[in-house]
Each structure stands twice: as structure tokens, then as C-alpha cells.
């Protein structure tokens, strides 16, 4: 997977938000970059925070029934 720069533009001339292209990435790759970026105390991590992210229902139901079940949650 290339590297790729994520750039605010703002708003548009006619006010409304531009919105940011969707890539597709499989979920093995993403938590590899996202598991050595939280290994590493990556500061980045932090500037997404907030975003939100499109997860198929499966996915959302196994992550909650995770948190929920793991020692110290």
C-alpha cells in the first residue's frame, strides 16, 4: 500500500464541505498499521480519533462482544 497524504481542503466556494475520497483496504493490512502505529506511540493516531469508520455489522458485533468480555474492561 502506497503512503497516502490526507489533506484538509475546507469548504468549497458554494460552503459545503468537501468530502474526503473512500479507498477500500482489508482489515488484516489495517490492523497491522494500526497495531505496530499504537506498538510505535505513533502521535498520528490521535488526528483520527474522532473520524468514523464504516465496519460491516459481523465486525461491530465481534469488536463489542470483545470489549465487553476482555479482563479490566
Same mark, same amino acid.
Given at each position: 500500500?502506497? %503512503? ?6 475546507? *469548504?468549497? *466556494?458554494?460552503?459545503? #464541505?468537501? *468530502?474526503? %475520497? ?9 490492523? =497491522?498499521?494500526?497495531?505496530? #502505529? =499504537? ?16 465496519? %460491516? *455489522? ?6 463489542? #462482544?470483545?470489549? =465487553?468480555?476482555? %479482563?479490566? #474492561?
Amino acid at each position: 500500500m502506497r %503512503p497516502r497524504l490526507r489533506i484538509f481542503h475546507g *469548504e468549497d *466556494e458554494g460552503g459545503l #464541505a468537501v *468530502e474526503s %475520497p473512500r479507498v477500500s483496504i482489508s482489515f488484516g493490512e489495517l490492523s =497491522r498499521i494500526v497495531a505496530d #502505529a =499504537r506498538w510505535c506511540d505513533r502521535t498520528w493516531l490521535s488526528d483520527f480519533e474522532d473520524d468514523q469508520v464504516d465496519l %460491516p *455489522e459481523d465486525l461491530y458485533d465481534v469488536l463489542i #462482544a470483545y470489549r =465487553r468480555l476482555r %479482563p479490566g #474492561a
